[in-house]
């Protein structure tokens, strides 16, 4: 098992592009979820999704779009990039959205935006 | 909505000596659990150790012990002989009855001196 990916690792941006950050998952997971790391913060939730067809908003979710149209993805989509996005981004997953079950993180992925 | 407190922004220990890392939260759920992840230079999110709310017993995974005191709501972790690969960031994380994912705190940085 690969595990959760991420692609991809760095990416600069200038404002007002957009992009897709990706994310996989090949454990049969049903929960998946996006977080932002920003400096001297902890992790903050953006969106998460219980299951294929399935998304909500998290804590952030200005600025961002997500959509799972499969069990495996979980694309996140910055429509038009702004400085303030410049961040860490890490993509989650588990079994399923009880409490109980372990997170799983991808290896993050760094954006700036110019 | 639950907040997590880390009061200690760092420390820094000598190899082979203990040291604790605090951790407070705050919420008005009975059921939730409590974590701690480390994130070395890597910036790959490992989890430490987890600890049920119901769960009176304290979580124990080899050198790493926690301090859970439900009713002060305070969820501390002790790193025993700690080793140069502590060092990292570690941040302590909530997760309620919700699907909306895990609470970070802001993580404390540790050091080990050789």
């Known amino acids: 098992n690969a595990g959760v990916t991420q692609t991809p690792k760095f990416q600069v941006l200038k404002t007002g592009q957009s992009m897709t950050l990706q994310c996989a998952q090949d454990?049969?997971?049903?929960?998946m979820s996006w977080y932002r790391q920003d400096p001297g913060m902890g992790l903050r939730l953006i969106h998460y999704?219980?299951?294929?067809?399935?998304?909500d908003q998290g804590e952030v979710p200005n600025g961002y779009n997500v959509s799972r149209s499969t069990t495996e993805d979980f694309p996140l989509r910055l429509l038009s990039a702004a400085p303030s996005q410049t961040s860490v981004y890490f993509c989650?997953?588990?079994?399923?959205?009880?409490?109980?079950?372990?997170?799983?993180f991808g290896p993050g992925t760094r954006l700036t935006v110019l | 909505a639950q907040t997590v407190t880390q009061s200690q922004p760092e420390m820094s220990v000598q190899e082979a000596e203990t040291v604790t890392l605090s951790c407070t939260y705050d919420?008005?759920?009975?059921?939730?659990?409590l974590f701690w992840y480390k994130q070395p230079p890597s910036r790959q999110m490992i989890l430490v150790i987890r600890?049920?709310?119901?769960?009176?017993q304290n979580a124990t995974e080899n050198r790493f012990s926690v301090n859970f005191q439900k009713a002060a709501k305070s969820f501390s972790l002790k790193i025993s002989d700690s080793q140069l690969g502590d060092t990292a960031m570690y941040f302590c994380?909530?997760?309620?009855?919700?699907?909306?994912?895990?609470?970070f705190g802001k993580g404390t940085h540790l050091i080990i001196q050789p």
């Open positions: 989650a997953s588990s079994l399923t959205p009880d409490l109980y079950n372990e997170q799983f």
């Open positions: 454990m049969n997971h049903e929960y």
């Open positions: 999704s219980v299951g294929a067809g399935i998304t």
């Open positions: 919420t008005s759920e009975s059921n939730y659990y």
């Open positions: 600890q049920e709310a119901y769960k009176q």
């Open positions: 994380a909530f997760r309620g009855g919700g699907a909306d994912g895990l609470t």
